[in-house]
C-alpha cells in the first residue's frame, strides 16, 4: 500500500533534478512533481564551492539554483533531509523514509560521491574534502589561523581549490601524482599553462607523487601535520583538502537492480531512459549512449548535468529525440583564468595551438585520425564556438587546423 503518490519523482537535489523540474513545467506539464534530495539545502550550485563560495565573495543564496520561493510558485514539492532507500521499478514506488510513494515515472540524479584517500592517517582532523555546502563551510571556519595548506590532487577540484585558497592568503602546496596540472585529461600544452600559472602566483607543486600517508601530532585522530609521499617527499601542512575525484551515486540504482555500464553508472539509452521502463537518469550518475560521439559516455559536468535533467523532462512527456549536446564544461583559477573546454577526447593523436599560452589567450584542438575530438580554449570563446560546431558536424579538422596554424606566436596573421 502506497502512502502517497506522484506523477513524476525527481531524486536528486542537484542541477540535473532541479532542471528537470523547471522543464516540466515550462512545457505546460501540469501533473503533479515531488523533489526529493537527502540534503539540508533546497539544490545548490557546487561549482561556486571551490570558487567564489569558498573565497567568500559569494553568498550562500546566490548558490541556490531556484529561489526558495520558486517551487511552492511552480507547484513542485520539494522535500529536503529525505533519503530515497528504495526504488521498485516494476511497481513503480519508492521509499522515502518509512514512506511508500507511489510513481508514474521518476528520475534518478543521484549525482556522485566524493572518493577518499584510503591511506594512514586518512581520517586525521584538518583533512577536508568537497562536494556539498556543508563541506565548504566546515573549510572555511578551519582556514582561520592557517598558513600552510596542502591541496592533494592534479585535476580541476584541487586546482581550483589551491588558487582560491592561495587568493586568500594561504602559503598552498599542491601535491598531485601528474607530471604537470590537468594534464591527464587536457595534455602538456594546458598542463605546462596551468603549472606556470599557479607557480607564478606562488603555489608550491609536488609533482608525480603519490600520497602514502598523513601524519599529525599523535593517534590516527590527531590534527593532521603533514602530507608524507611515497618518495619519501613531506610537505608540513596545518591543513590539507582532497580532490582526487568522484565515483557515481549508483547505491539505489544497484539495489533497485538497474542496468549499470562499464563507467560505473546506470546505463541509460540515447533518450536517457535507464533499463526500466519508466525510470530515466540524468547528471553526474547518467552513463548515456551518445549519438554525437558514437559511445558510451558519463561526464561530471554541470552544465551537461542540467541540460540532461531537461531532456529526460521531455523525454518523460514523450519526446522520442536522442539527447545530442556537445559536453561542454568550464574551469575558473581564481580570476586568474577560465578554462572552457567542448569534447570530451578520451584519446588524441595531434594538439594543434591556437594563440600563444604565454599570453594567457589561447586555444588547443585536440585531432583523432583528422577528426576533432575536443578543443580548449582560455580567453578564446570563438576558437570554442567554431570547435564546438565542428563537433556538431564530426567534420574534418583541416580548416580549423590552417587557422590556427595562422595564429601561432610568430607566424603572420
Ligand atoms: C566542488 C565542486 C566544484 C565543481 N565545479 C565545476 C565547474 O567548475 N564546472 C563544471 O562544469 N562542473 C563542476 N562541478 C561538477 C558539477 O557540480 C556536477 O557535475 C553536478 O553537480 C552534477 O549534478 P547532478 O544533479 O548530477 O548531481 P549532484 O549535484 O551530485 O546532486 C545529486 C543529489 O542527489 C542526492 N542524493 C543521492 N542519493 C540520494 C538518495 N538515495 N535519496 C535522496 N537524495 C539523494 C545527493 O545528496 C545530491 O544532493 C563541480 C563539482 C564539485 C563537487
Wanted: glycine content about 12%; overall charge negative; charged content about 25%.
Amino acid at each position: 500500500m502506497t502512502d502517497a503518490t506522484t506523477d513524476i519523482l525527481l531524486i536528486g537535489g542537484g542541477i540535473a533534478s532541479a532542471h528537470a523540474a523547471a522543464e516540466l513545467r515550462e512545457q505546460g506539464y501540469d501533473g503533479s512533481i515531488l523533489l526529493v534530495t537527502r540534503e539540508m539545502d533546497a539544490p545548490y550550485h557546487r561549482p561556486p564551492l571551490t570558487k567564489g563560495y569558498l573565497q567568500g565573495s559569494e553568498a550562500r543564496a546566490s548558490t541556490l539554483i531556484h529561489s526558495e520561493d520558486w517551487y511552492a510558485e511552480h507547484d513542485v514539492q520539494l522535500r529536503t533531509r529525505t533519503p530515497v532507500m528504495a526504488l521498485d521499478a516494476a511497481a513503480r514506488t519508492a521509499k522515502l523514509g518509512r514512506e511508500q510513494v507511489g510513481f508514474g515515472q521518476a528520475l534518478l540524479a543521484t549525482g556522485a560521491g566524493i572518493r577518499r584517500l584510503q591511506v594512514d592517517g586518512g581520517m586525521r582532523d584538518g583533512i577536508h574534502y568537497l562536494r556539498a555546502l556543508g563541506n565548504a563551510d566546515k573549510l572555511r571556519g578551519a582556514l582561520d589561523g592557517v598558513e600552510r595548506v596542502a591541496v592533494v590532487g592534479g585535476s580541476y577540484i584541487a586546482t581550483e581549490v589551491a588558487a582560491s585558497l592561495s587568493l586568500l592568503g594561504r602559503q598552498v602546496t599542491l601535491v598531485m601524482q601528474e607530471a604537470l596540472p590537468l594534464e591527464r585529461g587536457f595534455g602538456p600544452v594546458v598542463g605546462r599553462f596551468v603549472h606556470d600559472l599557479l607557480t607564478e602566483h606562488g603555489i608550491e607543486i609536488v609533482a608525480q607523487a603519490d600520497v602514502a600517508r598523513f601524519d599529525g601530532d599523535g593517534e590516527d585522530d590527531a590534527p593532521v601535520t603533514a602530507v608524507v609521499c611515497a618518495d619519501g617527499r613531506r610537505v608540513d601542512a596545518d591543513l590539507v583538502v582532497v580532490g582526487v575525484g568522484a565515483n557515481p551515486d549508483v547505491m539505489l540504482a544497484r539495489k533497485a537492480e538497474l542496468a549499470l555500464g562499464e563507467s560505473g553508472g546506470v546505463l541509460c539509452d540515447r533518450t536517457l531512459r535507464t533499463s526500466a521502463e519508466a525510470v530515466f537518469a540524468a547528471g553526474d550518475v547518467c552513463e548515456y549512449d551518445s549519438v554525437v560521439h558514437g559511445r558510451r559516455l558519463r561526464i561530471e559536468h554541470e552544465e551537461v548535468a542540467a541540460a540532461q535533467g531537461r531532456h529526460a523532462a521531455r523525454a518523460m512527456l514523450g519526446a522520442t529525440e536522442p539527447y545530442a549536446e556537445i559536453p561542454y564544461f568550464w574551469s575558473d583559477l581564481a580570476d586568474w583564468a577560465t578554462l572552457e573546454y567542448v569534447g570530451p577526447a578520451l584519446r588524441w593523436d595531434e594538439e594543434i595551438v591556437g594563440g600563444d599560452p604565454a599570453t594567457g589567450a589561447f586555444s588547443v584542438l585536440y585531432a583523432h585520425e583528422g577528426r576533432l575530438a575536443a578543443a580548449l580554449a582560455v580567453g578564446r570563446p570563438d576558437d570554442l564556438e567554431l570547435a564546438r560546431e565542428l563537433l556538431r558536424s564530426g567534420g574534418d579538422v583541416g580548416e580549423l587546423r590552417e587557422r590556427f596554424r595562422s595564429t601561432q606566436p610568430g607566424s603572420r596573421t
